[in-house]
Nanobody
């Protein structure tokens, strides 16, 4: 099994920044693709961004492109989400996720990812 633990959520004013971290542990996974989703009550889980195992390929949702940046540190088995210029509509629970695949494609549907963190709350006040 793979465990994912997110950290870094919290309360921030509109226009501010936060950096989320997600540390992976447990079973050794080769070539993991990792990503971030978010969810608000009553809505489907929304894809935000993903990064392939080497870091050479990333994918961003239009809603966060230019404001959010994903990165990873393979030595620490950790992926990061730098969020800038936050807006009240970014308020949600943010989830880290991981899949194992030889493909360079970064999927955007939740059911294509096998492992999930417990989520961390991000609240942006206006």
């Amino acid at each position: 099994q793979v465990q994912l633990v997110e950290s870094g959520g919290g309360l921030v004013q509109a226009g501010g920044s936060l950096r989320l971290s997600c540390a992976a542990s447990g079973r050794t996974v080769t070539r993991p693709t990792m990503g971030w989703f978010r969810q608000v009550p009553g809505k489907e889980r929304e894809f935000l961004t993903g990064i392939n195992w080497s870091g050479s390929t990333t994918n961003y949702a239009d809603s966060v492109k230019g404001r959010f940046t994903i990165s990873k540190d393979n030595a620490k088995n950790t992926v990061y989400l730098q969020m800038n210029n936050l807006k009240p509509e970014d308020t949600a629970v943010y989830y880290c996720t991981l899949r194992v695949s030889l493909s360079e494609v970064i999927p955007t549907r939740p059911n294509e990812y096998a492992y999930w963190g417990q989520g961390t709350q991000v609240t942006v006040s206006s």
